[in-house]
């Protein structure tokens, strides 16, 4: 799984947040993308994911079965070939319950129209199961009803993305707003499925020990730009990235 940018900009009137030459992600495992307030992040995230038009550049992915230009398709059709996206702010869940958010994300496309209904169900006793171990591995204050807190909503966004067992997960900032052992459940969990060879996963955070302590790779975005990219001892190391963000 590869995917890849290609002088890729964005700019929002005449200021460019993003210009990048070229990057790659997902070919590590467990990715992380770190960089100062502001420095472009979620915006490169919403890029990749076709949710912001870029003003210029390339998105390819290469799922292995051969390599999608993904500029042409809408952000539902990125999420159909395994491509998604947390969210670093959280809207909705106030309509759904925590296990019909779950049930809604883990039922195929194929299956929500109403010819489905009168066709009957192979695949809901596997989504039940599904939506049961997840909610079951998390302490939520109410299972059977809503997502109370905006710690429980952020968890279920990320729950509602793994649910669709996506090839290439984004998460930007996971860990903000989540309290600590919740993080760590997560980002355990996530990393069974990467060692798994299940998924891949790209993580932005600010909160570094974290990153250093999950990431196989690491990538730093400064202004826009990419300005280093190695293995966590290397990116804790670099002097650009120590006086870009670490204030050293
Ligand atoms: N819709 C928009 N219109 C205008 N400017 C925007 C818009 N979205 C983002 N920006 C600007 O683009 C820059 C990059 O923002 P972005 O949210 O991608 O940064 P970030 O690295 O995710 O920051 P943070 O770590 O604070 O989440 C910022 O200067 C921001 O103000
Ligand atoms: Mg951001």
Sequence with gaps: MRLEA????KAYHAHEVVNIEKVTFGAKGLEGLIGPNGAGKSTLMGLLTRR??????TISL???AGV???NPLKSYEVARVGLIKTNQRIQGFD????RDSLRLAATPPKDEGLTSIFAGHRDTDEIEEKVARLVEAFPFTDRNGYAMSGGEKKLLDILRCLITEPKLLLMDEPTAGLPDDITRSVMNMVREKVLAGDMRVVVVEHDLPLIWEYCDYVH????G????????DEVKSNRVVAE???GV
Excluded: R
Aim: glycine share 8%.
């Design 225 to 232: 730009s990419i300005l280093f990219e190695g293995e966590p």
């Design 244 to 246: 870009k963000y670490m």
């Design 95 to 98: 309509s759904l319950t925590i």
């Design 52 to 57: 912001i038009a870029p003003t210029s550049g």
């Design 68 to 70: 999608k230009q993904l």
């Design 6 to 9: 290609q002088n890729l900009t």
């Design 62 to 64: 290469d799922t292995g």
């Design 220 to 223: 730093f975005l400064s202004e």
